[in-house]
């Protein structure tokens, strides 16, 4: 490849060089002489730039190489060139030669081994390029090549007598020769077995002896040799290949096609339904598509074999790889520094936005003595978004740590969360729903906003990261005892009573929240103001008062709740088998969505919205239950996980005590102790509504909702406790467990249902919470944050997050299977327990018998003497019948 130079300065010494070079040029007339360099004079050597060779597709060894030097270049292109850049131009020096040049195109070409001094060289007349293009052929060179093909006659070659060299005696040597005389054998046989029939017949191999041969495996040594070191010797050889094609032109033809179609008259329709021709030929086919009907029912013709064939056998792009890979992670020295994370969730709507509940990193002891240093440092909400990973885009402040809190499924601008306090509290963050969309950056971002902003006058407030406080908050008198450590919305399609009873949802809004708290309750809250029955008089001087526009910079959206906001009614969980409650941690309830219509539900005489379609809580209120239907498909129970480790299945429905008249908690109906440690996860599957995944101490369980055996899926005491689990979005049979050690456990039930199939570290502390996110079909996220207040940001591998071939339908079926294991083993215990009770009933009834009294001493004397009598005579009688015995012993014996 030519030598690179500065384009400078070698455009500037080819410049130079080439004025010269034309100057003594134009002195010369003589076409085809060579000047004292050796170079001819219609021939000039050049140095084209990288630039100009891309401009002119003459790039060396690539456009043109050293077997195909040659490239012609428009003459109009090369003025073009020269008159865009006119000296700079690589062509300036010859400027005058190309505008003279009589032909459209110049000959430029390649001097790879610089014969004339340059890369390139440029061909100036006519005469040079036919003498470049063909070289004539020296005269010498032809009467050598016409002497080679004189002196080369074919002539038929004749035999010549054989010369001995010794090769025989060799020849003779090798041969075989015989030393010995050979060996005679006969075979004789008698005459008479000559044609006789011959008489198979079959016999035991293993009691001929030496009827047969065992020939019994072993290990041959000389096919064990492990093998230590091998040289191998690897030889590439190019494959080359030469192929031309030859394409036949046709003559092109105008084509038409008809796009309206041509009907038949009412008359002719009316003669071909009538017609003897019609009727024979759908009596004809009918069967026929009756079957192709049959077959179209029982087997989807459209479903595609093959990709179902090889759909988990493709492996291409890594996708055998299932590691969780690190995509981001968020703390801040400033808001996280000595703090945990409690529990965070994705924002519904916006892509890429994660909000994480921080809490102190404190014991009870500790927190009681620094209660006064906590009042000056307020609980947060922090929300993080990718496109700025250092910074958070919004700050929410809380009454208190917060370990629990979702955003509204039919507003996710309204968020409430529960308190350790045991409040619950309410934001409206839709006046910061536009900066969470909008990405913000560092410098450019700033930059482009200050644009139109005079020097010194810029807000310093625009890059700083807002803090909203609360809209509402519960009195801290009505709210829960104990810190809160659940929280979920009621769905949008019902409502319940203040005696738990589901009602039609009119609004078609999330307007009831659930929350939980080791305090042996379960609440109902409804953000709704309670109707209005009679105003007091504080309420009217409240109204005659003039309210601030906005207290603090908070909305007024729940103004109307702020701290006289009451619990709609209270669920106590009493013990089943013995006095006092159960402290619940964590519940959930079963999703009834598909038995309700989608919009059967008329929402015309509802105005609760504004001009601008955000709606107005304030004007909201409570409903009689007088005036709403009853829902009956909708289901009240609740699965519950406990403080120590129980789950109970319970229902929210108040009961009626038939003396007093008031309203009381029924009973849990069933409580299972399969956790030997707090439970932290009750989640139910995404796939299956009645499949529930519950993690507590050192062990997980998988349930069935309505199966009362027990759970389907309870895996033994592992090494670490379990602090968190969750279902994956993608993969029925798969879920994440998070580890008190900071490990990440990925189960999958298909693979394996004992042991997880990867376990991963993550942090150097445990695991708080784990929150999955589909961010794309290519693309799923899985939230995981550790004690030490860093949310990481995991990437799931596409094993894990690409469903196998009909995995739900298989996962599905393994549930059934372990369904019926379970009543399988119902009936044996049941029938074992039956088994026992009917043999303690047979030996309590052997025992209850009558006693057999003692025989005397002369009863048992006489029975002696008599076996003895009767043995006597059986002797007798054997030895007479044996011949045993003689006439005098006969007698002797008669005596």
Sequence with gaps: MAPKKSKGSASRASSKASVKSKDKRNDRSSVGSVDDSGVPNDIFPM????????????????????????????KEDIKQDMKKRAAVSDFHPVKQVVLNYPADELLLVFDRDFTYGQSFYLVLTEEAKERVLNPPVSVDEQALEDELLDSFICKTPEPKPWVSLGSEQEIEEESVVDTRSRLKYKISRVRREFGAPVVFSDRNASETP?????????????????????????QAVPSLKSSSTQTAWKYPRNMYTQYEPREFTAEEKENCMNSENLKNFVNLVASRFEIALQQNEIMDVFFDDWRALTEEDVIF?????????????????????????????????????????????????????????????????????????????????????????????SDPDIIVGGCMNGQVALWDISAYAERLQTARTGGAGSASANTNTLPGFEDKQANETPVMRYCAVSGIENSHKAPITDVQWLPDYFEVSRTGIPLENKNLMCVQILTCAPDCCVMFWDIRAPRAATQSVTDKKQKEEIPLENPHGV???????????????????????????????????????????????????????????????????????????????????????????????????MEKDNDSGRLFSAKPSRCFIVHDGPVNTVLRSPFFKDIILTVGGWTLAIWKEGVMQGPLIQVSCAAKRGTVGHWSLSRPG?????????????WDLLEKTHEPIQTQNISTTRITSIKPWIVSSKQHLLAVSDHFGTVHILEIPWALRSPQSKEKLNVGRYFEREVERLIYIEKQLEMRAKEKREMDAEELRKKMESVVPEMLVEQIEEKAQKEYQDYLALEKVILKDMGLLSEEDKSSAEI
């Design 734 to 746: 798969v879920f994440f467990i998070g580890k008190e050690d900071g490990n990440i456990e990925v």
């Design 210 to 234: 030496h009827g047969h041969m065992e020939c019994m495996p072993y290990q041959d040594k000389n096919f064990s040799i492990q093998m230590l070191e091998r040289s191998t010797g690897i």
């Design 47 to 74: 140095v084209i730039t990288a630039a100009t060779q891309e401009l002119f597709e003459c790039r060396a060894d690539e456009d043109v190489t050293k077997d195909n030097p040659f490239k012609f270049l428009k």
């Design 317 to 409: 792009g890594g996708k055998t790889d299932t590691h969780l890979k690190e995509y981001q992670s968020f703390t801040d020295l400033k808001f996280s520094k000595e703090k945990t994370v409690s529990y965070m969730n994705w924002h519904p709507t916006i892509s890429g936005v994660i909000a994480v509940a921080l809490t102190e990193r404190l014991s009870f002891e500790e927190r009681i003595n620094d209660s006064t240093k906590l009042l000056l440092n307020p609980s947060l909400i922090l929300f993080w978004n990718f496109s700025d990973p250092l910074n958070p885009q919004l700050v929410l402040e809380c009454p208190d740590d917060v370990h629990s809190f979702q955003f509204c499924p």
């Design 555 to 653: 909305p007024n959206t729940f103004k109307h709740l702020d701290l006289s906001w009451k619990p709609l009614f209270r669920v106590n969980l009493p013990k089943i088998d013995s006095s006092g409650d159960y402290s619940p941690l964590k519940f959930s309830m079963m999703d009834s969505s598909e038995n309700q219509p989608g919009g059967g539900i008329d929402k015309s005489n509802q105005n609760v919205g504004n001009s601008e379609g955000k709606v107005e809580y304030e004007r909201l209120r409570v409903p009689s239950a007088k005036q709403l239907k009853v829902l009956e498909d909708i289901s009240t129970k609740l699965y519950i996980g406990m403080e120590d480790g129980e789950l109970i299945y319970t229902d929210w429905k």
